[in-house]
């Protein structure tokens, strides 16, 4: 497939020195967050990725003709499922494209742990009052507990969401255009991004290089709370295990797999 062209408009980011270090493999790079504009009386519609394996919150389009729909983790694919509106400039409701409806916590089940999380009509009342916190959290005005990932489930597509107890960990940490950052981009001293090949991004071994930047899938990269570094294509930042010995070793996209040579830290 031949490479599409990159938008050539650019804004010129900011510069901070950084290195990837993996196993004694260093790549000397300037990383700079890109900001997405704030959120404000009505924001554009954007995604919500889980921290955890950035999968997509999703409106389950089996239930989605009523109040009460099921409010799931499902792979990212852009459809209208999946694209949320905050409708303030402090987020507040969160609101479905696909259904009109807000993220609401169930009544009858918020007072504990595990309380459901669903679709409902809009109404503004504190169950639909959400907080997008710096840390990547998402809480709830009502009682304060954070947006959850079920852990029983979330290696499945259809992961129940949840509130609660906020803990820190990596099923209650969230990726959305709805926080000030945005999503990260590589960028190096030369001001081009880190970019996956769209020659070869569909396969494993993709190549990474340094492109012109752009608002672009390929140039997206999520950092996970495993270490993981994760394409918007899907696959992860990955270091050639047959050159990891040695300087010149080839960073590549690759499946996620979890292993050492996927694990980053930013420094």
């Not at 260093?26 to 554009?44: F, R």
Request: proline share 3%; net charge neutral; aromatic share 6%.
């Amino acid at each position: 497939m031949p490479r599409t062209e990159h938008d050539s408009r650019k804004r010129r980011p900011s510069i901070r020195t950084a290195c990837i270090v993996l196993l004694g493999v260093v790549l000397t790079v300037g990383i700079s967050v890109v900001a997405a504009a704030p959120a404000n009386a009505m924001s554009p519609a954007v995604d919500i990725r889980s921290g955890h394996n950035a999968r997509c919150i999703d409106a389950d389009v089996n239930t989605a003709g009523a109040n009460g729909t099921k409010a799931q983790l499902w792979d990212c694919n852009g459809q209208p499922q999946q694209q949320w509106v905050a409708l303030t400039s402090s987020v507040d409701g969160i609101r479905n494209v696909m259904t009109n409806r807000c993220l609401d916590a169930d009544l009858n089940t918020i007072a504990d742990n595990g309380g459901k999380v669903q679709l409902w009509d809009c109404n503004e009342q504190a169950q639909q009052r959400w907080t997008v916190e710096s840390d990547g959290t998402i809480r709830n005005s009502y009682n304060g507990r954070c947006l959850d990932a079920d852990t029983g489930t979330i290696d499945q597509l259809g992961t129940k969401l949840q509130l609660w107890d906020c803990n820190g960990s990596r099923q209650q940490q969230w990726l959305s255009r709805f926080i000030a950052t945005g999503y990260p981009k590589i960028v190096a001293e030369s001001g081009r991004c880190l970019d996956g090949d769209l020659n070869t991004i569909n396969s494993n071994g993709a190549k990474v290089q340094l492109w012109d930047c752009a608002r672009s899938a390929q140039q997206s990269f999520v950092p996970l709370g495993d270490g993981t570094i994760r394409n918007d294509f899907g696959r992860c930042l990955d270091a050639d295990i047959n050159t990891l010995a040695n300087n010149g070793t080839k960073v590549q996209l690759w499946d996620c797999n979890g292993q050492p040579q996927q694990r980053w830290s930013l420094g």
